[in-house]
T-cell receptor, first 112, second 113 residues
Framework: QKEVEQDPGPLSVPEGAIVSLNCTYSNSAFQYFMWYRQYSRKGPELLMYTYSSGNKEDGRFTAQVDKSSKYISLFIRDSQPSDSATYLCAMSPYSSASKIIFGSGTRLSIRP | EAQVTQNPRYLITVTGKKLTVTCSQNMNHEYMSWYRQDPGLGLRQIYYSMNVEVTDKGDVPEGYKVSRKEKRNFPLILESPSPNQTSLYFC????????????FGQGTRLTVV
């Protein structure tokens, strides 16, 4: 069993829709949770970062962490074609970047 | 501009021919790492370095070597490449401490025939 599970998609939604992306994990030691966005032919870039359980909002993006269920989510409101990318969840038991485990990524396409 | 630079971007080589992929960052980051990205498997860590002359294995280190002689550079060495090392490789750097944000390079697509 992988430490981090993520539905690979692809997920295709119309512009303006609310998108929900999810990951589950098995290691209860994970405390730091991240979402990276990766455009085609580019390296991943950090989108959201949260510590422990709870919600964090940044513009149209909301990250949720439920440690009791070992489940994290990323919500995108008012989705735009420019949001089309692969979204990778990532998590770590440490505050430093020495051990980050990535999900396999969900490919998202926003239809104009 | 803050960035992580990898070279080359694309490389096709033959089995057994030693190669080096270079990585350089201009942000004075202590921490650097190498990942490979394969379909369905996501990003897997190969090696990481906490600082100059300090390196350690990640999840998939077999067949790879690294060195960290200077803070800004972290080359990935394949002494005897094999076809199962065909992959997309990313170098990343970050500050130590409470920020786990990793800055990634543009990637190196390696094909071993």
């Amino acid at each position: 069993q992988k430490e981090v599970e993520q539905d690979p998609g692809p997920l295709s939604v119309p512009e303006g829709a609310i998108v929900s992306l999810n990951c589950t994990y098995s290691n209860s030691a994970f405390q730091y949770f991240m979402w990276y966005r990766q455009y085609s032919r580019k390296g991943p870039e950090l989108l959201m970062y949260t510590y422990s359980s709870g919600n964090k909002e940044d513009g149209r993006f909301t990250a949720q962490v439920d440690k009791s269920s070992k489940y994290i989510s990323l919500f995108i409101r008012d989705s735009q074609p420019s949001d089309s990318a692969t979204y990778l969840c990532a998590m770590s038991p440490y505050s430093s970047a020495s051990k980050i485990i990535f999900g396999s990524g969900t490919r998202l396409s926003i239809r104009p | 501009e803050a960035q992580v630079t990898q070279n080359p971007r694309y490389l096709i080589t033959v089995t057994g021919k030693k190669l080096t992929v270079t990585c350089s960052q201009n942000m004075n980051h202590e921490y650097m790492s190498w990942y490979r990205q394969d379909p369905g498997l996501g990003l897997r860590q190969i090696y990481y370095s906490m600082n100059v002359e300090v390196t350690d294995k990640g999840d998939v280190p077999e067949g790879y070597k690294v060195s960290r002689k200077e803070k800004r550079n972290f080359p990935l060495i394949l002494e005897s490449p094999s076809p199962n090392q065909t992959s997309l490789y990313f170098c990343a750097s970050s500050l130590q401490g409470t920020n786990t944000e990793a800055f990634f390079g543009q990637g190196t697509r390696l094909t071993v025939v």
